[in-house]
């Protein structure tokens, strides 16, 4: 039986259809994996964020590169072991590079108590005059009181400095690190956090400094090698990938860098910029709270998430928002991290610092989504007792609880030692 012949032009038709068909419909890029070679995951978890990136990235079905999925990092002892705010302070006393504050009126810089702010006059009124670095150099009195309120949140005679240091949204010394900065510009700032990170960058691992009377500071950081090539995977995948740190703005930017993120994809604790370009002593606001009050920590994390990224009016931006608004991924270390982690709508990956509030969610797991994950080097070994999960209260003094607002029953730690290879 001879089959029907079809005419060149429809043929021809049918070609050009297709044609336009594949050309509206092009192909989805590859897929990029963390990389094989690079030792430190623990398999199953490199096997999860593997299947993250396959299923929510650019070359998942769903993608959409209009409302690209968000993924946000805390930085200090997440993304580097050790703190580049503490780093930078450090450079800051051992430059004399903390500006007297004007009329030395130290209530300036922060709601300090009477008793810290007489403390600092004591030691630091002679170091400089007003607007001039502070020779903290050479004044180990000055360094020593500066030091103390920012690294004990109390005087060198052991009084208070603040009347409430810590609550869910702000921890006044980390918001202090960024005041000081001001009489800087944003340049300046940079500069010294640049000076910082390579001066502890190039240090030997467990090196230590001395400041004052004040022994054995972490004096390096380093840069986990997993980390940055997780952010690189995720950014080749078509992600949105953010830095929201309690460090200062400019400090957290320069850092940022070292793996690929901009600084218009940094948050961290914002300084009011001047008429004259220089920072200033008061905290950009955030949610409808009294500017100051809140700051990247612990649930302000979450407001400046849903205020700086997500757009959300200030209403809304302490409240969890829905799952269409919030970051499908979140990683950190510390109790400071809870409610930005537990945001995180597909995976939330924790490095295990011991930290009770953090481990508790992490093992309890209610989600079925939490990564515990140990440190890339030197990691900790096996807390001995269970995580206090049942009777541990927060910064508000109430039980702590999981990403549903359930107690949690007390954890054992079962993730720790060194990652498998």
């Given at each position: 039986m001879r089959t029907a012949s079809v005419p060149i032009a429809a043929l021809l038709a049918v070609a050009a259809i297709a044609s336009c068909h594949d050309a509206a419909s092009p192909s989805r890029p590859s897929v990029r994996h963390l990389d094989p070679g690079l030792p430190?995951?623990?398999?199953?978890?490199?096997?999860?964020?593997?299947?993250?990136?396959?299923s929510r990235g650019a070359s998942s079905p769903g993608y959409d590169p209009?409302?690209?999925?968000?993924?946000?990092?805390?930085?200090?002892?997440?993304?580097?072991?050790?703190d580049i705010g503490d780093a930078t302070m450090a450079w800051l006393l051992t430059h004399d590079a903390i500006l007297q504050p004007p009329g030395r009126d130290w209530s300036l810089t922060g709601p300090l108590t009477?008793?810290?702010?007489?403390?600092?006059?004591?030691?630091?009124?002679?170091?400089?005059?007003?607007?001039?670095?502070?020779?903290?150099?050479e004044s180990a009195g000055c360094a020593d009181a500066i030091l103390s309120v920012y690294s004990d949140d109390k005087t060198m005679a052991g009084e208070p400095a603040w009347s409430h240091a810590v609550t869910l949204t702000t921890h006044e010394s980390y918001a202090w690190l960024a005041r000081l900065l001001a009489g800087h510009t944003?340049?300046?700032?940079?500069?010294?956090?640049?000076?910082?990170?390579?001066?502890?960058?190039?240090?030997?691992?467990g090196a230590?400094?001395?400041?004052?009377?004040?022994?054995?500071?972490p004096a390096y950081v380093r840069i986990y090698p997993a980390m940055r090539d997780l952010v690189g995977a995720l950014q080749a995948d078509g992600f949105d990938v953010w830095i929201v740190s309690a460090s200062p703005q400019h400090v957290s930017e320069v850092v940022a860098g070292e793996v690929g993120i901009a600084a218009d994809h940094?948050?961290?604790?914002?300084?009011?910029?001047?008429?004259?370009?220089?920072l200033g002593y008061g905290l950009e606001p955030c949610g409808e709270a009294p500017a100051g009050s809140v700051i990247t920590f612990n649930q302000g994390k979450r407001c400046f998430i849903n205020r700086v990224i997500f757009g959300q009016p200030a209403a809304a931006q302490l409240a969890r928002a829905d799952a269409a608004r919030r970051q499908v991924f979140a990683a950190g270390d510390s109790d400071t991290d809870v409610a930005f982690v537990q945001d995180a709508t597909a995976l939330k990956l924790v490095i295990n610092r011991n930290r009770v509030q953090l481990m508790c969610?992490?093992?309890?797991?209610?989600?079925?989504?939490?990564?515990?994950?140990?440190?890339?080097?030197?990691?900790l070994p096996k807390r001995a007792d269970p995580y206090p999960c049942s009777t541990t209260l927060d910064a508000a003094g109430a039980p702590i609880v999981d990403e549903n607002g359930r107690p949690m029953g007390d954890q054992q730690d079962s993730v720790f030692g060194l990652p498998v290879p």
């Open positions: 430190g995951w623990l398999p199953q978890n490199r096997a999860r964020l593997d299947a993250l990136l396959e209009v409302h690209r999925p968000v993924a946000t990092f805390d930085w200090d002892n997440t993304m580097m072991r050790n009477p008793a810290a702010v007489q403390a600092l006059h004591a030691a630091c009124d002679a170091a400089a005059e007003p607007g001039r670095g502070l020779a903290t150099r944003p340049a300046e700032v940079a500069a010294a956090a640049r000076a910082a990170y390579r001066q502890d960058a190039q240090a030997p691992v230590t400094r001395t400041i004052g009377t004040h022994a054995g500071l940094v948050v961290g604790v914002r300084t009011v910029l001047g008429a004259d370009g220089r969610n992490a093992y309890a797991n209610a989600g079925g989504s939490w990564l515990v994950q140990p440190m890339f080097f030197d990691p």
